[in-house]
């Protein structure tokens, strides 16, 4: 059995070999996705979150935090992190500082919900804000949803500042960079998909209109901090929130060579799953490589993936890099278990977004690898 591991351990697979992300040496392929816990009490960084994400480090390790917000009406869900104050900024210095101390990468993936929110999580109990006047089905996700409110062509460059400054506070608080969250349903995303976007003005109509916010949050970001330290994070396929464009194709593609001109670090792509009645997941009904071709930097896929698809993608040059979510939860020393092809701990659904500090959120246990 030990020579077995010992074998194993000496096979390189493709996930466990090194990779120079701009100026970041990256010592292996898998990234920890970026995933809402809502542990963070009143829209604070928790000191519990150092030991969870210190779990997950490795030296030369990509982490993307999970969607903190831009501004007082960023949120959606309850206790997620902010970083548009002093105090939140302070917070997360620790946080920070204990991924570092490890050898690992940081980035910060800066939010705001949109539409997925409700009058409660608003200030003063305001309507959201998104690029619609059209709601999320009440209940879907098992939320609540209020009816959004349109910004008029006027408050948009206000939103876009507010991620530049987001930016700005995650430099300050230590982050290496910043993943824009333009996925999953979310404001961005709302702008970006026609099926959303009805907006006469111009941030609505065509292509180019849609992905008009996007691309100037882009470029404000940039601008702030240097296009070494930006990512974004994009699903077109997808219709999480009801968020759905009628040719994804066509909006990956697009944004993917618009995104070129600010030549940004990487580009993270979020496949929705599908599993089939065995469980298993089917391969998407399309391929993400004409997006991979036509974007310039370092290309992250993410959605579902085991250790086998990862290989095969990062082998097949299909990805540089894979994002793993709810197996990293469970698994804090995931590179090493894919390292030795050691069985995972299964995840917990059920305290995925409980606020228990510890249960579901720490105490995943590691591999005992004998010595």
């Known amino acids: 059995m030990e020579a077995a591991a010992a074998a194993a351990a000496t096979t390189t697979i493709p996930l466990i070999t090194p990779y120079k992300m701009g100026p970041f040496n990256l010592s292996h392929r898998i990234v ?21 994400y210190s779990q997950r480090t490795t030296n030369g390790g990509f982490l993307i935090a999970e969607a903190t917000g831009v501004n007082d009406t960023a949120q959606g869900y309850s206790d997620t992190p902010g970083i548009w104050t002093e105090e939140q900024v302070e917070a997360w ?5 204990a991924v570092h101390e490890k050898g690992g990468i940081f980035f910060c993936q800066i939010w705001h ?48 500042n507010d991620f530049r400054l987001a930016a700005r506070n995650a430099i ?12 999953n349903g979310y404001l961005i995303d709302q702008f970006m998909k026609d099926q959303v976007n009805d907006r006469t003005d111009q941030y609505g109509g065509s292509l180019e209109n849609r992905c008009r916010f996007a691309l100037e949050i882009v470029e404000a970001v940039v601008n702030e901090i240097g296009a070494e330290r930006v990512g974004i994070r994009l699903s077109p396929h997808a219709n999480y929130m ?58 992250i896929a993410s959605g579902g993936y085991n250790r086998d698809d990862g290989n095969k993608a990062v082998a097949e040059n299909y990805t ?43 105490d995943y246990p590691f591999l005992e690898v004998q010595a």
């Open 32 to 52: 920890l996705a970026p995933l809402t816990r809502n542990r963070s009490y009143n829209n604070i960084p928790q000191p519990h979150a150092i030991l969870y």
């Open 93 to 97: 210095k620790p946080i920070v500082d």
């Open 113 to 160: 919900c949109g539409r997925v929110s409700t009058y409660g999580f608003q200030p003063n109990g305001e309507a959201p804000i998104s690029c619609t006047s059209k709601g999320v089905t009440p209940g879907l996700g098992g939320g609540d949803w209020s009816p959004p409110r349109p910004l008029r062509t006027e408050e948009i460059p206000q939103i876009v």
């Open 172 to 183: 300050k608080a230590g982050f290496d960079g910043v993943e824009i969250h333009g996925a």
């Open 242 to 299: 009801e968020a759905q464009d009628s040719n994804p194709e066509a909006l990956g593609l697009y944004m993917a060579k618009s995104l070129n001109e600010y030549q940004i670090l990487y580009l993270h792509i979020l496949e929705p799953r599908l599993f089939n009645a065995q469980d298993k997941l089917d391969a998407p009904p399309y391929s993400l490589l004409p997006m991979r071709k036509a974007f310039g930097g370092t290309f």
């Open 320 to 362: 540089d890099l894979v994002a793993y979510g709810r197996s990293f939860l469970a698994n804090p020393d995931l590179p090493k278990r894919f390292e030795l092809n050691a069985a995972l701990n299964k995840y917990d659904r059920s305290t995925f977004y409980t606020p228990h500090p510890v249960v579901g959120y720490t």
